[in-house]
């Protein structure tokens, strides 16, 4: 067989890398296995050590391409003149002004991304999974790293929060996406996604009491 370029073995890693990130998401990293892994990239699991030196590497930067994913998609949204029309994302009306902030809350406090957690939050939904790793395992260090990233960014939205309130913000955000997803009552489910956007986007009178 030719040999692979430096170049193609590059590609194939991250493909390798770009479908587990979708995989844990969706499955969790204990479900997925090297040959899944391997398998989603359309390579066998023959050259897996050829990229990674272990599953708990290829987890580790799975992961972290997972936080990259809604990092820059913060990013692009702060990048927005705050205030341009937003569309319906969250079953507002079309054309409705939102700051980027109140757009991200309500793309991420949505049906959408609660029904596809493969192409959604790690936060959400590896919390768990991290919980459960040991201190200083590969999967507990990106997964805090990217949290971190995550609150960096939020920060950093035009319409900007202090530290402590972004932590809350996002606490409650990533606590709300995974309650609904976890509910078997499409009512309940909602329900959770609706007050949490309420919640976080409500100001002055509009606030509910603490």
Known sequence: MPRVSRAEAERHRQDVIDHT??????????????????????????????HFSSKDDLVAQALTAAFAE???????????????????SAGDSAGEQ?????EFLARYLSALHRDHPGQGCAAAA?????????????????FTAGLRDLVDGFQQLPDPAGREAALADLS???????????????????????????????????????
């Open 21 to 50: 990130a979708r995989l844990i998401r969706e499955k969790g990293s204990e479900q997925v296995s090297v040959p899944q892994a391997m398998a989603a990239a359309g390579l066998t699991h023959g050259g897996f050590y050829r």
């Open 70 to 88: 809604r990092r820059e998609a913060m990013d692009a949204l702060a990048d927005q003149r705050a205030g341009s029309p937003a569309g319906d």
């Open 98 to 102: 939102r700051t980027p902030r109140a």
């Open 126 to 142: 590896l919390a768990a999974d991290a919980a459960r790793a040991e201190p200083g395992a590969p999967l507990r260090t990106a």
């Open 172 to 210: 409650t955000m990533v606590g709300a996406l995974m309650l609904a997803r976890a509910s078997d009552d499409p009512g309940l489910s909602a329900e959770l996604l609706a007050a949490a956007r309420h919640r976080l986007t409500a100001t002055g009178e509009d606030a509910p009491p603490a």
